[in-house]
């Protein structure tokens, strides 16, 4: 990798450049160069002088900067001359450029700037369109501005030729002043400049963006700025609604401004057709009562320092979202930071030393502590240190502060003083007095001896005075015109004195005196007030420690302030390529300054000795990470988002989930997708703790997922996005979901009081709830829920209180969780993670249609379905292009007929019906105009979960008995279904042994369908003719009971699934009703009436209080869903034990609920008695029943 610069400027004005391939700070070979500020760019660095020029520093490159200047010289024919440069009136002028509308004559022409040279004289282009010619350079046409040709013809009565002179930048490495604008307007005075944009355009580097801002506050561009032209050829005001104070543009299409209130403006619409954008955005001050200082800009970062010298990092800054979404507080204390290439932050701290963040990465772009830039400077080994309150006593006021903003001298700019620092004087904190030479290496003085001790505490040395401002001559000037009479306390120390107590050098004082004070950029009158202080305050040895100074002090054989090292002003990385792995010699300090970099004394001391713990434990440090607390990690990646509005189709993305970290510990992520509509960048952002559900989905076998909101779920419109590989998606999904759960402080494997579900693909997940669920103070709507996923495939799952989860497969395979949810598994427990295997069915319908001619074919009308279908026959599906149900599926048959289907089939697996889509049947009849047969294939999945396989009987449907959290049972009754329709109990479960020892058979006289155990040991089940059944006798000491017992259904309809609470039963028909069993009492179990509480519902799921919760076939108003939403069963307690209304959650394929392991019951308060007249009996069985 080639060496690139650091530049850096002094409180003097002097300019420094630091190679990434060297290990010594290099100073402008321009030794009269002053400049305000620089900014940096790939291969150039411009700067501000203080003569308010623009200067710009060009790197030497191989290919040198060439510019060709041209001109066409015009000629007209006529009868006398010929040719000639006698044109008509209307014609364009003798010598003009290719439109021929400006003139441009060849002694015209005049070099931009010193930095050009003419590398020849004017020469004619003899080629015409790129081709050689004969004709001397001439190209013919019938008239200006007609298209020109190298053939003269017989009308050709104009011609015209090229002339073309090049001229060689020469001012490469070298500073050189940008001239100003002529003949337009030139800005007033800059304050601040910034350089930018550059990887906007294909060629990286080549097309730099410079804005600039004056000091009445305007915004310039400085337009023309091209690989041939690196200076640009004028200025263009952007128009601003406030008065703009400092400003920084990215590498890419950020730009953000500092305005004098404290606020900052953001610009949006750049582009490289655009590069000056549309409109401003206002954005707020990160602190609520501290305006900011400065802000600097990245690719796809921002960071602001206010003026309490606080650091800031805004989150989710990118391209598509150039204002961010929130503030994050980043340890350290700096005056000015600036983001260079990859991202990468360096700062000038609160001690003038200057500090580079470290850890900053595409995946963690806030960093993660700040370490010194510890270069060799001038022709010493000596490293320049951070500095601390004891080596540089200057110490910023507010004055400094608005300096350091606007780079002027103005009194007027500055801001009220700290009130708390008003009264303070900095006071020279040391055990023995000693000379701290200003930017030496960071070690301390030795102690004097024991001898010695008398002498120094009597001979105190004074600090290095370091000038700060212009009007810091008046302070020279004032202390030089000083008698001893007015200040008794000072005394002057004898120079070889000072020598003799430390080999530190101390500033001289030459004989020559009156020459010009070096022009300074940034207010240090504080230091004025801590000389005065010092001078006059008492010593901590007792004694006083002052020095006087003359205005010759300001002239040394180095210059001033270069005999210790620089104090620095200012920094720009925008030409250092670094990045956090880089391994520069000048980056690897001895410890990290991970805290604030505050500069007391005592602080400085506690840095001092954090360093050398550091220096001892420095290969532990290595490893941990640092500063982790107010940190920003970032996750990017590519995937395909559904956009489900037309055209709907799959839309290449961006994604990135951000996650700050306060300094509490607490976490905060955002999930944001961006994309380009109609060449317009826009993104979506989704707050992590608003997702209620991430759930896997089946769309055109895509590795897709769906993220749902509260106001999505609200909406059935979540965000679907795919990912190329299954990988991918888990890996997302995983993300995603860790950062749910942390968010909402959900760690472990779920709880006891859980909701499970199963969506239609298969997918198992887990709702923890709060401490009631049914309490309505305390009740959560459906749609705030969050669902998190467990790995693993099922069809339905069952749970209850004490612990035990149940699944069956879709091969009708059982499984008992095991209990090791979210972690991953150690060597001790591996074996709590199973493999798990499924199997299911895909089907496709063959449709036919009977005419007189042939028989039953498939061409079928135009008003048919496809000939091949679902069955629903609204969507086409042919054997070829079905595929498995996603990605992570693989064939493990061939296509067969399948004759087993509800409603039977002829031989030949062929249902028959009048017509589409009307009920089919297993027989032809004269009437049966179209038939249909199902086509099956299975599949097979194969993954790794928390469940555990109970062989060898496949099952159909199970029940754990809901029963409350404190209840105390050897075993735990478990009743099943086979997938042949026949009973079961499991024997010898309980929450040690969760999958208990043996089957036992209960013998029946009809297959079943859907069974259920409530409280008590109340055991229903429907047969598969729809026949209800209540298993009598049923005990701990008799878990099989005795005989079954025959409820009647409700009228004209057929059951086929039911829940058993603890005194309430609810079962669903084949029409998707939900009927509740009245009259239910200990003495009559069997209860008395069915009475039909709603429709819609597929599958109910009644708790161990007799909570209800369905999954809904449809959402009312959103026709489009898919079937299977969440439901909860509002009002239900023991006055109301049906509820009152339905609470609509999440939905579009989910197909089982469980609600049985939540038994937190609520407080009740007492209720009184019903109002009104007896409600009438009820006609049950011939005899009237109460309800």
Known sequence: MPATLLWAVDVYGRVYSLSTAGQRWERADDMLLELKRVTAGKGRCWGIGCDHHIYLNMMPGETPVRYREETYENQRWNPVDGFADTLLPTDRWPWSDVTGTNPRPLNGFQSPSRSWEWEGDWYVDQSCGGEPSQTGGWEYAVDFPANFSPDKKWNSCVRRRRWIRYRRYVAQGTWAKIPRDHPKRPPLPLCDISCGGWEMSDQSGRYPNLWGVSQQGQVWFREGIHPRVPEGSSWEEVEVPKEVAQLSAGPGDLLWALLWDGNLLVRTGLSLDSPTGTSWVEVESPGKEVEALH?????????????????????????????????????????????????????????????????????????????????????????????????????????????????????????????????????????APCVVPLGRANTLTPPLE???????????????????????????????????????????????????????????????AGQDVPWMNVDLEGAEAARGAQAAGPSPAGGSAAATYTLGTLETAQGVGEEDGPVWAWISGGGCDVHASSQISWLSPTGPLTSSLSLTPVQSAAWSEQQQQQQEHREEISKKPLERSNSVWVRKGALRWWRDWKPQRWVDVGVALEQSTKSDGRKDSIFFVYYTQYDEKKYLQVFINEVTALVPVLRDCHYAFAVYTAQRTKQRWPLVLAAQTEKDMNDWLCLLSDCCCECRGITGPPSRQALWATTSKGDTMVHEPSFSLEVPANSLACDLMFW?????HLRCVESNSLGLVWGIGWDGTAWVYSGRYG????????????????????????????????????????????????????????????????PQWSWVSEWAVDCNVPGGTDK?????????????????????????????????????????????????????MACLAQSRMEQVPVWALSDKGDVLCRLGVSPQN???????????????????????????????????????????????????????????????????????????????????????????????????????????????????????????GFPAESPGAVCHRLGVGPVQPKGQSWDYGIGGGWEHISVRGNSAEAPRAPHPPPAGPPRPPTQANGTAVGV
Not at 492 to 507: F, H, K, T
Not at 834 to 841: A, K, M, Y
Not at 916 to 932: A, C, L, Y
């Open 295 to 431: 802000v600097a800009v990245g690719v796809s970062v921002v960071w602001v320092v206010t003026k309490d010298y606080k650091v800031w990092f805004r989150r989710g800054v990118n391209s598509h979202n150039p204002c961010g979404s929130g503030w994050i507080s980043i340890v350290g204390e700096m005056m000015m930071v600036d983001v260079g290439l990859n991202d990468q932050v360096w700062a000038v701290g609160e001690d003038r030393g200057l500090y580079f963040r470290m850890g900053v990465t595409p995946s963690e772009p806030s960093g993660n502590g700040w370490i010194p830039v510890s270069a060799q400077w001038g022709h010493s080994k000596e490293v320049i240190p951070p500095r601390h309150d004891c080596e540089f006593s200057g110490q910023l006021t507010e004055a400094s502060q608005g300096s350091v903003l606007s780079c002027t001298d103005s009194d007027s700019e500055l801001g009220p003083p700290d009130p708390q620092n008003t009264n303070d004087t900095p006071v020279l904190e040391a055990a």
């Open 450 to 512: 024991a001898e010695d001790a008398p002498l120094a505490s009597q001979q105190d040395v004074p600090k290095p005075f370091i000038p700060a401002s212009d009007s810091f001559i008046n302070s020279l000037v004032s202390d030089r015109d000083k008698t001893s009479a007015s200040q008794p306390t000072i005394t002057e120390i004898p120079q070889e004195e000072v020598e003799e107590l430390s080999p530190a050098p101390i500033l001289q004082t030459p004989v020559a």
């Open 788 to 792: 998190r996923q467990v790995p693993g």
């Open 823 to 886: 972690r991953q598994p150690t060597p001790g427990d591996a074996v709590q993670m199973h493999q798990q295997t499924d199997v299911r069915s895909v089907h496709v319908y063959e449709n036919q249609r009977w005419n007189p001619m042939t028989g039953y074919t498939d061409k079928g009308l135009p008003t048919d379905r496809p000939m091949w279908s679902d069955e629903s026959g609204l969507k086409e599906c042919t054997k070829a292009n079905t595929h498995p149900p996603s």
């Open 908 to 960: 030949e697996g062929w249902q028959y019906a009048a017509d589409f889509p009307v009920t089919f049947h297993g027989h032809k009849t004269m009437k049966d105009f179209v038939r249909r047969r199902r086509w099956t294939r299975k599949c097979k999945i194969t993954l790794r979960g928390p469940w555990q396989q109970v062989p060898p009987i496949p099952l159909s449907d199970i029940s754990l």
């Open 994 to 1116: 969760p999958a208990g020892s043996s089957w036992l058979h209960v013998g029946t006289d009809q297959p079943f369908k859907s069974i259920s155990i409530g409280g008590a040991n109340q055991v229903w089940a429907i047969a598969k003719d729809g026949a209800v059944f209540y298993r009598g006798s049923v005990s701990p000491q008799n878990p099989a009971g005795e005989c079954w017992y025959h409820i009647p259904s409700p009228p004209r309809q057929t059951l086929r699934q039911l829940s058993v609470g603890r005194t309430s039963v609810l079962a669903v028909d084949e029409n998707s009703n939900l009927w509740y069993r009245q009259g239910l009492t200990p003495s009559y179990p069997q209860g008395s009436a069915w009475e039909l509480i709603s429709n819609n519902v597929t599958k109910v799921s009644v708790g161990p209080l007799d909570q209800v919760w369905i999954i809904a076939d449809g959402v009312p």
